[in-house]
C-alpha cells in the first residue's frame, strides 16, 4: 500500500488560521458529507501550528457515552507523570520548540478521583474554565471535539449539549480565552443545533466538502494516473477522497474497481429501499418519491428535515446541507447508486402499469 501523501485544502486551511490568528470570538463548526477529509485537515492542520498553540483533540468517535462518568471518561486523559496539577500546567505552558498536540485534557490522578466522587458537572465546566484561563495566560488553546454529535442525545440534568456548548460559549465569545472547533458530519444533529438556534449568533460553520475536478485531477496526477483513469475515477467517485485513496491503493485494475465499488452502493441502497416497501409503503412511497429527484438533479432544496429525509440520512445515502438548506448524496457513488436504483424502480413500475 503506497502512502499517500495529505493533498491540497489550501482554502481551508488559510480560513482557519485567519480564525487562529484573531481572538476566539465563535464556535466554528465544521461540517461536512461523510468521509470528505474533516479529521484529516483538522489533524494535518493542528501539526503545523506555531509553538503558542496548545491543541487539545477529542476525538469522540467509538466511544459510547451515555453517563457522566463516559463523559469524563472522553474529555480527560489521565497524566501519569505528574502528581500535582500545576505540574501539568507548567508543562503545557512552558516554551515549546513545536506546538503541542494533546489527546484529551492532561489531569492529575487526584482530580479526575475527584471528578468521580463529586459527579458534579458544575464543577468539571467550572473547572475548564479556570484550566484554560491559565493556559491562556502564556499560549493560545485549541479545544477540538471531533463527532461532537456523539453527546447530542445524552440527557443528565438537563441536555448535556447544552451545557457544553455553554462552556464554549464561555470560552469563545464571553472571555475569548480558548478557541473551539466543534466537528461533526452528522447532518440531522448539525441541522438541531443550527435550526433551533441554540447557537445564533455564537458560531460559524465551516463546510469541509469533497474535492473539486481540479482538485481531484491534482490529487491523481500524483499517483500516475492515465486520462481514462481520471476520467473513470471522476465519474464514479468524484472528489471522494477516501474513494480516490481506494482507486490510488489498486493501480492495476482501477475501472474495475471503481465499477465494482459501485455495485456495492447499488447493493447497499436497495436492501435499504426494497426492504422497507416491504415493511412501510407508504414511507418507501415517500422516500423514493426524494430519491427520483436524483435522477435528474445533483441536489435538490429542502425546507426542513421530515422523517423521510432522516431516514436517509441516517442510513449515510442523503446528506443534509443545514446551511445551505440542500439535500445531495453522500457522495458521487451514491448519487449514481440511487439512479441506477431509481431507474430500475420506475422501468418496474412502467411494466406493471402496461399488463
Ligand atoms: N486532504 C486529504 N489528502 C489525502 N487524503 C485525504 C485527505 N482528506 C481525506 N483523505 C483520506 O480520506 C479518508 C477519510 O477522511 P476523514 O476521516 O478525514 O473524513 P471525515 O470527513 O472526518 O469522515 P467522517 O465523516 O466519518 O468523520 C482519510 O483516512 C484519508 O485516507
Ligand atoms: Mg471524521
Not at 198 to 203: P, V, Y
Amino acid at each position: 500500500m503506497r502512502h499517500i501523501e495529505f493533498h491540497d485544502r489550501e482554502k481551508e486551511i488559510t480560513e482557519i488560521m485567519r480564525l487562529l490568528n484573531t481572538d476566539p470570538s465563535l464556535i466554528t463548526f465544521i461540517y461536512g458529507p461523510i468521509n470528505s477529509g474533516k479529521t484529516e485537515l483538522i489533524t494535518h492542520l493542528t501539526k503545523q501550528l506555531p509553538e503558542n498553540y496548545v491543541v487539545f483533540y477529542i476525538n469522540l468517535r467509538g466511544k459510547f457515552i451515555s453517563s457522566y462518568d463516559d463523559f469524563v471518561r472522553a474529555l480527560f486523559k489521565l497524566d501519569r507523570e505528574e502528581k500535582e496539577y500545576k505540574a501539568i500546567l507548567k508543562k503545557i505552558s512552558e516554551v515549546s520548540i513545536k506546538s503541542l498536540k494533546y489527546t484529551g485534557i492532561p489531569i492529575t490522578e487526584d482530580i479526575l478521583e475527584l471528578f468521580f466522587r463529586e459527579r458534579n458537572y458544575e464543577d468539571v465546566f467550572e473547572f475548564l474554565e479556570d484550566y484554560f484561563t491559565e493556559i491562556a495566560e502564556n499560549k493560545v488553546p485549541v479545544l477540538i471535539v471531533d463527532e461532537l454529535q456523539k453527546i447530542g442525545d445524552v440527557k443528565i440534568n438537563s441536555f448535556l449539549i447544552y451545557e457544553l456548548f455553554n462552556l464554549f460559549i464561555r470560552l469563545t465569545k464571553e472571555l475569548h480565552l480558548c478557541h473551539v472547533f466543534a466537528v461533526s458530519s452528522d447532518s440531522i444533529f448539525i441541522e438541531n443545533v443550527y435550526s433551533e438556534a441554540m447557537l445564533e449568533g455564537r458560531c460559524r460553520y465551516l463546510l469541509v466538502d469533497d474535492f473539486d475536478e481540479e482538485t481531484t485531477t491534482a490529487f491523481l496526477d500524483n499517483y500516475e494516473f492515465s486520462d481514462d483513469e481520471k476520467t473513470v475515477a471522476w465519474k464514479y467517485c468524484g472528489g471522494k477522497p477516501i474513494c480516490l485513496v481506494e482507486l490510488v491503493n489498486i493501480p492495476d485494475d482501477r475501472k474495475n474497481k471503481a465499477k465494482e465499488m459501485l455495485k456495492i452502493r447499488k447493493g447497499q441502497i436497495e436492501e435499504v429501499v426494497y426492504s422497507l416497501e416491504a415493511r412501510d409503503k407508504k414511507m418507501f412511497d415517500m422516500i423514493t418519491r426524494i430519491l427520483f429527484e436524483f435522477i435528474e438533479k445533483d441536489k435538490v432544496g429542502y425546507k426542513y428535515l421530515n422523517d423521510e429525509i432522516k431516514f436517509l440520512v441516517g442510513k449515510n445515502i442523503i446528506f443534509a446541507d443545514s446551511v445551505n438548506k440542500e439535500l445531495r448524496p453522500q457522495s458521487r457513488l451514491n448519487l449514481l447508486a440511487i439512479r441506477e436504483v431509481m431507474l430500475s424502480i420506475t422501468t418496474t413500475l412502467e411494466s406493471t402499469s402496461h399488463q
